[in-house]
């Protein structure tokens, strides 16, 4: 101890023995001691016995020189952060539960450590050994440890206490803090500099008795003060987390003294090189998806009866699904909402098609695209429809016959990453179905996994399921709306031919009259151009008359390419002829000339557009072909076959829209495989229709 602070230091400690000691008195005055079993209070009323006691401890040593004093002072100072620990731990336990321990065991296993580790120290000091290294250095090291543990202690039994308790622990909060804080300035520095501040030492115990009006506040503003505490696993995660850190940091320090000391001339450049790589490898690894995924699975599976806060993970599995700014992107967040169940960095949603009894993927998340499509009447589709169950897909590899007869499809295996599938079910009906791949770290799929997959499931189902409705809803409005405008567009070529009709009645008197003759030229072009901007607004979309009958699908492709030809562009044709189907000719022609159109739109004069006619198994097959700008994989999936839906700068959408439902109605299907400035080739495929150029009758006589 520095003489010169002499007088200083004993007024500082002898304050703190005073002031705790009246408030140990204040303690017994109140009963603290009176309730056997209320080991809290009796924790309390140790430690502020002991924060007494190592007060006038150390104001002996001032006065005697006594190592004596000095010791049993040091050992107080020990004892009473023991006593704090005990005190935090046992108001942080939840009451009344049969597992009351299990959520703060690893916080009580830690204190006993430090603690212990603490009393190992002064013995080697006391009694001079040296086997861990020098003990002034393990005892600094110890001391600095103790007030960083009563920091975290103290942050989660903030953050745990209820709203109308946290008025009462207020107090007790900022004193425990003020107090620890000015030690881990003291010793964080001694251990830095390998020596004791003697300025910060003096007034140590001034420090601390300005906390104890805090503390007599806390201990009677409510007599239940102490209750309504609980863990939770949020604030285990980040008392950990700071825990994990502190611990790092010190030993980080640990090291760079000892590379300071053994380092010679570089020693202290190497300290400091130590302490920023120290810092900057912590950094990285708080910033690790990975290593906070470990953290929480050791923490849910030591630490808690059950691995899940299920309130917490609902919420925010809820505010995931409902975070989209697009129906596009519901998908992705149905992904990235299971995915975060589980720690898993990505997967993929297929659907089922409209129209078509498959699902393919609609949405990804960190998993590359895939265009293969599953049948829904497949084995694995069938087993999901029938058992609901969560398939692990490790599982099934290491032990099949779990599983039955459930076999996997190709695609899937060759999938590397792919280790869970979660069924998306909406009553009895399986809608979809989400592929997780492997988990940043190892996590065990139990019953409990299970039972959330499956609830979460379902919940993303009904999400998904709504969002299919409300699409629907919209297409029904906006057909709806396009019915209105027919009527308008029906009701201004009325008005058209009511007018062309009266100046056809006076043609037969005025035909004659020049200055009639330029009027009814006039009213023609104006009715032309009036119906141009009709036509621009409307395209037909009736469905014609009479039923489906045989078409020569070469007469059509040919009238189409002499249509082009009359318009300036060359269509490249290579058909084979006497290939047939069955439908309406005009609607046929029309579909097959609107895709032509497309191309021609899309393409520049110097580009090429072709047409094949062939023949694909027992179906026709009709390719257009262009070198134009093209589309994205995107536009394709989500809006190409969709009503109102184009990207032209001038189009209704509904051309596209038309095409791919009267090709289904006819048993048929479109394809389209396209490149942005690369191209598009659009695939018809349509049922052949044989034809014939002589009868029946006429063969037989030939044979």
């Known amino acids: 101890m520095d003489t010169g602070h002499a007088a200083l230091t004993a007024w500082s400690y002898g304050l703190v023995g005073a002031t705790y ?331 089922k098609n409209r129209g078509e009894p498959t699902f393919s993927q609609t949405a990804r998340w960190n998993l590359a695209q895939a265009s293969v499509k599953e049948d829904a009447n497949s084995a694995l589709c069938k087993f999901m429809t029938s058992s609901g169950w969560v398939i692990n897909l490790e599982e099934y590899r290491s032990s099949p016959r779990r599983y039955g007869v459930l076999t996997l499809p190709a695609w899937l295996q060759e999938v590397e990453q792919a280790w869970l599938i979660v069924p998306l079910t909406v009553g009895e009906e399986m809608i979809g179905f989400v592929v997780l791949v492997r988990a940043r770290t190892r996590v065990d799929v139990n019953w409990e996994v299970n039972d959330l997959l499956k609830t979460a499931g379902r919940q993303a189902a009904s999400f998904l399921a709504q969002m299919q409705a409300t699409e629907a809803l919209l297409e029904v409005r906006k057909f709806d709306a396009f019915n209105r405008m027919s009527a308008f567009v029906v009701h201004d070529l009325k008005n058209i031919v009511t007018q062309l009709s009266l100046m056809l009645k006076n043609a037969q008197r005025h035909s004659q009259n020049p200055e009639f003759q330029q009027d009814m030229l006039m009213t023609v072009e104006n009715s032309l151009d009036r119906m141009r901007q009709l036509m621009l607004q409307l395209r037909e979309g009736a469905t014609p008359s009479g039923t489906a009958v045989g078409v020569d699908l070469c007469e059509i492709v ?47 004069a110097s580009g090429r557009v072709w047409l094949t006619l062939g023949r694909l198994g027992g179906q026709a097959r009709i390719e257009v072909g262009d070198t134009g700008s093209g589309m994205s994989q995107d536009f394709i999936r989500d809006r190409l076959f969709k009503p109102f839906q184009t990207t032209k700068q001038a189009g209704m959408g509904i051309g596209a829209y038309e095409s791919f439902q009267y090709v289904q109605e006819l048993g048929g299907k479109i394809e389209v495989d396209s490149e942005l400035n690369r191209g598009t080739k659009v695939t018809i495929l349509l049922p052949m229709f044989e034809i014939h150029t002589e009868s029946d009758l006429h063969a037989l006589e030939s044979s």
């Open 558 to 604: 040919e009238r189409i390419a002499a249509v082009a030809l009359g318009r300036g562009r060359k269509l490249e044709v290579d058909l084979i002829h006497r290939i047939g189907t069955r439908g309406h000719e005009e609607r046929l022609e029309r579909i097959i000339g609107h895709v032509v159109q497309n191309a021609f739109d899309a393409t520049d």
């Open 21 to 351: 000691l009246a408030f140990a008195l204040r303690l017994l005055q109140l009963g603290v001691l009176r309730a056997p079993r209320d080991l809290p209070r009796a924790a309390l009323f140790l430690a502020v016995a002991f924060c007494s006691l190592w007060g006038w401890m150390i104001l002996g040593f001032v006065y005697t020189r006594q190592a004596f004093f000095l010791l049993a002072g040091d050992l107080a100072d020990l004892l009473r952060y023991g006593c704090w620990f005990a005190f935090l731990l046992l108001i942080l336990r939840p009451r009344g539960s049969e597992n009351s321990s299990q959520g703060i065991g690893w916080l009580g296993a830690t204190a006993a450590a430090l603690v212990f580790f603490g009393l190992v120290a002064r013995l080697f000091g006391a009694s001079g050994i040296d086997v861990l290294g020098d003990p002034s250095r393990l005892i600094l090291f110890s001391s600095m440890a103790l007030p960083v543990f009563a920091l975290v202690l103290v942050e989660q039994l903030f953050r745990n206490v209820s709203e109308d308790s946290r008025w009462n622990v207020k107090p007790l909060c900022l004193g425990l803090v003020g107090a620890a804080s000015f030690d881990v300035y003291l010793y964080s520095q001694a251990v830095l500099f390998n020596r004791l501040d003697s300025d910060a030492l003096s007034i140590r115990g001034a420090a601390h008795t300005l906390m104890v009006p805090l503390l007599l506040l806390a201990s009677t503003r409510r007599a239940n003060w102490i209750s309504k505490i609980q863990l939770s696993r949020k604030v285990a995660f980040h008392s950990a987390t700071l825990l994990i850190a502190g611990l790092y940091l010190i030993f980080v320090s640990a090291v760079g003294y000892y590379v300071r000391f053994f380092g010679g001339e570089w020693g202290r450049a190497l300290q400091l090189g130590l302490v920023f790589f120290g810092v900057l490898l912590l950094i990285v690894l708080a910033l690790s998806g990975t290593v906070r995924a470990k953290l929480r699975v050791l923490l849910g599976k030591h630490f808690f009866r059950y691995r899940y806060d299920y309130r917490e993970e609902w919420l925010r599995f809820t505010k995931t699904l409902s975070d989209q700014n697009s129906p596009q992107e519901m998908g992705q967040q149905v992904v990235r909402g299971l995915a975060d169940l589980l720690e898993s960095p990505g997967g993929g949603l297929w659907m």
